[in-house]
């Protein structure tokens, strides 16, 4: 493909706290919202949005596309698609990798196409790398010597992210997945913050909806409150193995999906290993789990998946 092929696969993450917060949603929904107490990446800071709603979004706007509670989902972001057969709804794949026909052919089975890019962080092998000042860039991204934080306030790496909404545009996703926005969790030697994340994702959707496209929130559990109103969806890794789906049901009590992600394998990437009876219990039998949209991969997001 003459693309340099990285293994993708989120941060680790760390679960430092087990207090629950009860954030009140500005949504009606008329319940509350569980956050716990985390780190991922050794910033050392502790929620500070736990008083966030969706006041905070000065401009709520709307989208084309929204997929439904329990929507069908597959995933593969380790090279460009080759097996289109999976049956589900929709597909999510690499924005750079895969080429206008494969998402046409998607459509022509009747699939919907989300599209992934990285939008917190710089990647030495994407095609736009020059584009990044020297001053956009934070520390490198721990366990991923490839990447480095950017500043998400940048005017320059907006104009990026713009521009790799457009080429989405040029190839008809249906959605983009935009990750990494959760830089503020992390050593990112930018001084990012909540408020920077919130500001950023809801002007991510801004521009994505503009564009005619959807949306979600990838991870980033603790501004969800904040931008809500916003998403299509929820992206998310391993809640169930961090013990923090209730922080992620929001999006199913308001009617949008959440792309569920487990890695029963740990770090493995056999595809010959198989997922134990008790594995599939403890990842597919939650409090709330006929609301998730639930897969189990191996961790470098390739075609293997079996659905709960």
Not at 71 to 78: G, S
Not at 107 to 115: M, N, T, Y
Not at 274 to 301: I, Y
Request: aromatic residues 8%.
């Amino acid at each position: 493909m003459g693309t340099l092929q990285v293994v993708r696969w989120p941060l680790k993450k760390v679960l430092v706290g087990g207090g629950i917060v009860i954030v009140a949603l500005g949504v009606g929904l008329g319940v509350g919202l569980g956050v716990g107490l985390k780190s991922r990446g050794g910033s050392g800071k502790e929620n500070a949005t736990e008083s966030s709603n969706v006041s905070n979004v000065s401009n709520i706007t709307t989208a084309k596309w929204q997929p439904g509670v329990e929507t069908t989902w597959q995933i593969e972001l380790l090279y460009a698609l080759n097996d289109t057969s999976v049956d589900v709804e929709v597909y999510d794949i690499d924005l750079f990798d895969n080429a206008a026909t494969t998402i046409s052919a998607l459509h022509d089975a009747g699939r919907k196409v989300i599209c992934y890019f990285s939008a917190g962080t710089y990647e030495n092998w994407r095609p736009d790398k020059g584009s990044f000042e020297a001053s956009d860039l934070g520390k490198t991204v721990s366990g991923w010597p490839e990447e480095r934080w950017v500043n998400i306030s940048s005017t320059n790496v907006r104009k990026i992210m713009a521009r790799r909404l457009d080429l989405a545009v040029g190839k008809a996703c249906d959605g983009v997945d935009p990750d990494n926005v959760d830089g503020y969790d992390n050593d990112n030697g930018l001084g990012l913050t909540e408020e920077d994340s919130i500001q950023y994702v809801n002007w991510l959707a801004d521009e994505a909806h503009a564009r005619n496209m959807s949306v979600g929130l990838k991870n980033a559990g603790e501004i969800i409150p904040a931008v809500l109103a916003n998403m299509q969806w929820s992206v998310n890794e391993q809640c169930v193995q961090y013990d923090e789906c209730d922080m992620f049901a929001v999006f199913a009590q308001t009617g949008k999906p959440v792309f569920h992600i487990e890695y029963p394998k740990g770090d493995s990437t056999d595809n010959e290993l198989n997922v134990t009876a008790a594995q599939r219990d403890k990842f597919c039998t939650f409090s709330g789990s006929g609301n998730f949209s639930t897969l189990l991969k191996n961790m470098d997001l390739d075609n293997w998946m079996e659905r709960c």
